[in-house]
C-alpha cells in the first residue's frame, strides 16, 4: 500500500503502482485538510470577487463572472468542451499513471477539489480501470487540457475506458467498482484538467523505457564486438577515470563484466590496431546517453510532485485566511524541453547501432564472416534487409528529433500566448523509443547469428549467456528464411521479465 501525500512518488514506486497493481491510499490528515478547503471554496464560489474558474469563464473568458446556480453546470461544461482529444488511445500504463499524477496534485491541498473526485480518481486507480485518452490535442499549457478532460469523461460516465487493461464502457467499469457518475463539485472541472500530467505521465513511461533500451544497448553492443573479435583495451577502467562521466563509466563496467573471462582474439584475430569508433567508443556514446536518462529523470520527477493546478488555494488555518492565486505552473515548458533532449539521446543509440550492423554485414570489415552473415550469399541474401530496416528507423528518428519545444502557437483568442508543445515532446519520444527498440533488436539477430558462425570460441560469460538463450528460441540461419519472424521473436524476448532478469544477471544488478 503506497501513501499518497506522506510519501514521494518516483519512478520506482510509480512502476509498482502502474505495472504491478500496488494499492495506493491516503492519509487522514490530508483528507481533513481537503475536506476542509474545499468548504472554504464554496464559500469563496459565491462572493461578489471573482475567482477564476470557480465562478468565473476559462481562458479568454476569465472575465465573465458565472451565476451561483450555474457553478456546478461551468464545471461539467468544461469537461465536455476540453475533451477533444484526437488519435490512437495513450496506452494503458500511460492513462493510468496519467489518473494517479492528477490524484497526486490534487490531495497536495492547493486546488480546492471536493473529497468526493478525491474518492473516485483513488478508487479507479486501485480497480485498475484508467480513462482512453487520444494521444493528440494538448499544446502542453495551460496544462494537458484535452487528456486530462477525457479522464473527467470517465468520471461522468461517458464513452470508453480501459477496465483492467481491457476496452470497456465508463458507465460499466464504474459500476463494477461501486461508483456513479461523479456530480462535479464548485472546483472539480478544472481542478481535474489544468496541469502537465499527461506529458508526465508519458514521461515517466518512456523513461522506464529507456532504462531497459540502456542496458540493451551495452549487451547488444558486447555480443556485436566480441562477434567482430573487437578490442577489450577500450573498456579498461583506467582510460573512463581520466574522463568521469557518470554514464560513461557504468558503460564501461557493463562492458568488462559482459565480456569477462573473452578469449574470442586468440582464436580470430584482429588486424586493425584500432576498431571503429561504434565499437571503440561504446562508453562514450552509450553513456551520453545515461546520462541524459539520468538529468531528464531528475527533472520529471520533480514534476511527478509538484502542483501544476491553476489557481492556486493557500489555506492558513491559523488564520484562517483563503489566498487564491493565478499563476503558471500548468506550462510544462521543462518537461518539453527536457523530452526533446531524451529523444536525442535515445535516437544515438539507434545510430551507433546501425553502424554496428554494417560492420556485421559487411565482409570487408567482419574479420572473416560471410557477406551479409549468409554461408552461400549471392544465393542467399541474409540479413541484408534487415539492416535497410534499421536504416529506414534511424532516418525516421533524426525527423522525429526536431524538438517540439521551440515551437509555439497562441490558443484562446492569445490569452495563451505561449505554449509549451510538451505533449508533442512526449509523443515524439515514444516512437523513437520505439524504433530504436526494433533496430537494437535488429543488431541483436545480426550478432547472434554472427556468433553462431564462429568456430568454437570463448566468448565473454554475459556475452555467452545471452547467445545461449537466444539459440533456444532462434536457430543458426544456413540459408534464406522468413527473417521477419526471428526478428518478431527477439524483439519480444527483449520486452520479457526473463530477458530484463538475464540482463540484470549479466551486469551484477541482483
Excluded: W
Amino acid at each position: 500500500m503506497f501513501t499518497l501525500g506522506s510519501q514521494r512518488l518516483n519512478q520506482q514506486n510509480i512502476k509498482s503502482i502502474v505495472y504491478n497493481d500496488e494499492l495506493v491510499t491516503i492519509d487522514s490528515e490530508n483528507h481533513r485538510r481537503l475536506a476542509a478547503l474545499y468548504e472554504k471554496v464554496k464559500t469563496a464560489a459565491i462572493s461578489e470577487k471573482a475567482y477564476y474558474g470557480i465562478n468565473t469563464g476559462f481562458g479568454a473568458l476569465a472575465e465573465q463572472k458565472i451565476s451561483q446556480e450555474d457553478q456546478n453546470l461551468l464545471q461539467k461544461n468544461i469537461i465536455l468542451s476540453h475533451a477533444v482529444g484526437v488519435g490512437e488511445a495513450l496506452d494503458f500504463a500511460t492513462a493510468k499513471a496519467m489518473t494517479l499524477l492528477r490524484l497526486n496534485t490534487l490531495i497536495q491541498g492547493f486546488s480546492g477539489a471536493s473529497p468526493q473526485l478525491i474518492h473516485n480518481l483513488m478508487t479507479l486507480i486501485n480497480a485498475n480501470i484508467a480513462p482512453l485518452v487520444p494521444h493528440k490535442g494538448s499544446v502542453g499549457a495551460s496544462g494537458d487540457l484535452a487528456p486530462l478532460a477525457h479522464l473527467g469523461l470517465l468520471l461522468l460516465g461517458l464513452g470508453n475506458c480501459y477496465d483492467r487493461r481491457i476496452m470497456s464502457k465508463s458507465e460499466s467499469a464504474l459500476k463494477r467498482c461501486g461508483l456513479n457518475p461523479l456530480e462535479l463539485g464548485i472546483r472539480d472541472g478544472l481542478a481535474l484538467i489544468n496541469g502537465t500530467q499527461a506529458m508526465a505521465a508519458s514521461a515517466i513511461i518512456s523513461l522506464i523505457e529507456c532504462d531497459k533500451l540502456a542496458l540493451l544497448s551495452d549487451i547488444t553492443g558486447a555480443c556485436t564486438l566480441e562477434a567482430l573479435s573487437g578490442h577489450k583495451t577500450p573498456f579498461d577502467k583506467r582510460i573512463h577515470e581520466l574522463k568521469p562521466h557518470y554514464g560513461q563509466q557504468i558503460t564501461a563496467s557493463n562492458m568488462r563484466t559482459a565480456l569477462e573471462g573473452s578469449f574470442v582474439q586468440k582464436h580470430i584475430k584482429n588486424p586493425l590496431t584500432q576498431d571503429p569508433y561504434s565499437l571503440r567508443c561504446i562508453p562514450q556514446v552509450h553513456g551520453a546517453s545515461k546520462d541524459v536518462i539520468r538529468h531528464v529523470q531528475e527533472i520529471v520527477e520533480r514534476e511527478l510532485n509538484a502542483v501544476t493546478d491553476n489557481p492556486l488555494i493557500f489555506h492558513d488555518e491559523t488564520k484562517d485566511e483563503l489566498s487564491i492565486l493565478s499563476g503558471g505552473n500548468f506550462h510544462g515548458q521543462s518537461l518539453a524541453l527536457a523530452l526533446d533532449y531524451l529523444a536525442l539521446a535515445m535516437a544515438e543509440l539507434a545510430n551507433i547501432s546501425e553502424r554496428r550492423i554494417e560492420l556485421l554485414l559487411n565482409d570487408k570489415h567482419s574479420n572473416g564472416l560471410p557477406a551479409f552473415l549468409t554461408p552461400k550469399s549471392g544465393l542467399n541474401s541474409g540479413y541484408m534487409m534487415l539492416h535497410v530496416t534499421a536504416t529506414s528507423l534511424v532516418n525516421e528518428n533524426k525527423i522525429l528529433c526536431h524538438p517540439a519545444s521551440v515551437d509555439s502557437i497562441p490558443t484562446s483568442a492569445n490569452r495563451e500566448d505561449h505554449v509549451s508543445m510538451g505533449m508533442t515532446s512526449a509523443n515524439k519520444l515514444r516512437k523513437v523509443i520505439k524504433n530504436t527498440l526494433t533496430v537494437l533488436a535488429i543488431e541483436l539477430t545480426a550478432s547472434h547469428q554472427a556468433l553462431g558462425l564462429r568456430p568454437p570460441c570463448t566468448f565473454g560469460q554475459g556475452v555467452q549467456r545471452l547467445h545461449d538463450e537466444l539459440s533456444k528460441i532462434v536457430p543458426l540461419r544456413t540459408c534464406d528464411t522468413l527473417y521477419i519472424d526471428d526478428l518478431s521473436i527477439i524483439l519480444e524476448f527483449t520486452q520479457s521479465s526473463q530477458f530484463s532478469i538475464l540482463i540484470n544477471y549479466i551486469f551484477n544488478k541482483k
